[in-house]
């Protein structure tokens, strides 16, 4: 009750099972209509980067718990525009509000506006650090699709550098008996400290690397995909050579285990070809829905109404 949640690490597995509990409630509960949990909760969402999944999944998480909303979605036409400071921001908006969840492009700025306040504040992203919610919400999906984390051989594909979502999926998949497979184009391998962290809890020969997906797609149990983003390259030429490296085909996924899950944590561009949509094993659409009910559980849980 009352925590802040700006990193995946302040999760171990015991407080997951039990959030993951709670948001399948949620998800039993949700589809009989809507909850009074959190009536008379305010949560706050303060986005300085373009948003659809996350700022509207806490949104509907929200309101389907029976509170209400206060939604920054476009910070330059607020007071940031005028030159107010990200602390002040957050130190007005949490007057408003009894939760505030914050997006920012600097790493490390979440912790700053937490330091500053005496709300609870939950990280929706901070530019290439981490994004927890979205990798509880992975965790939760492969739980739900196939009934259990521990075991399984896990692949994550793409933009392993820049990608925030993988950097904290990693983190949390540590924490269960996996085998992780990292693979990326040239020049966008996980972070070394992130890959040492991981081998150091999973073990040095649970962790491999490689360059393409076709190397692992026969063995794994969850193929993890993620987008090469635009918006961390300087050069326009660098980003259109890292997004060809790559690409799930049906073609691809003939190759594919009968029971492995494919994810995205979207937007994708062309990394999953539409056609891969028809294929059962393609989960990233409900995979967004069941962000919010790991959304709906978590903020039950921080505003104390569980």
Do not use: W
Request: charged share 25%; hydrophobic share 45%.
């Amino acid at each position: 009750r009352g925590c802040t949640v700006v990193s995946v690490r302040q999760f171990d597995r015991g407080m997951l099972r039990d959030l993951f509990d709670l948001a399948h409630d949620m998800r039993v509960a949700s589809h009989r209509g809507a909850l009074d949990i959190a009536r008379g909760a305010v949560l706050g969402t303060i986005f300085y980067e373009p948003s659809t999944r996350t700022s509207c999944s806490f949104q509907a998480a929200m309101q389907r718990l029976g509170g209400t909303v206060v939604a920054v979605a476009e910070t330059q036409n607020t007071s940031v525009a005028k030159g107010e400071t990200l602390e002040d921001f957050v130190r007005v908006m949490e007057r408003y509000c009894d939760v505030v969840v914050l997006r920012h492009p600097d790493k490390g700025a979440v912790q700053r506006a937490a330091a500053c306040m005496r709300r609870p504040i939950i990280n929706a992203g901070d530019g290439v650090g981490e994004h927890p919610t979205q990798a509880l919400l992975d965790i939760f999906t492969i739980r739900e699709e196939i009934g259990t984390v521990n075991g399984l051989t896990v692949a994550l594909c793409g933009d392993l550098k820049h990608g925030r979502t993988v950097h904290s999926l990693a983190a949390l998949l540590a924490l269960y008996d996996v085998r992780v497979r990292l693979v990326a184009p040239p020049g966008l391998e996980m972070p070394a400290d992130i890959v040492r962290d991981l081998r150091a809890q999973a073990g040095r020969e649970a962790v491999t690397e490689h360059a393409a997906i076709d190397e692992v797609v026969a063995d794994v149990d969850v193929l993890y995909v993620t987008r090469v983003q635009r918006e961390r390259f300087a050069d326009p030429a660098q980003y259109a050579a890292a997004a060809a490296a790559y690409q799930v085909t049906p073609e691809t996924l003939t190759r594919a285990k009968p029971s492995m899950i494919l994810m995205h944590p979207l937007p994708r561009v062309n990394e999953i070809t539409p056609e891969c949509d028809l294929d059962p094993r393609a989960v990233y659409f409900r995979q967004a829905e069941h962000g919010m009910h790991v959304r709906m559980a978590l903020l039950a849980a921080i505003l104390g109404r569980v």
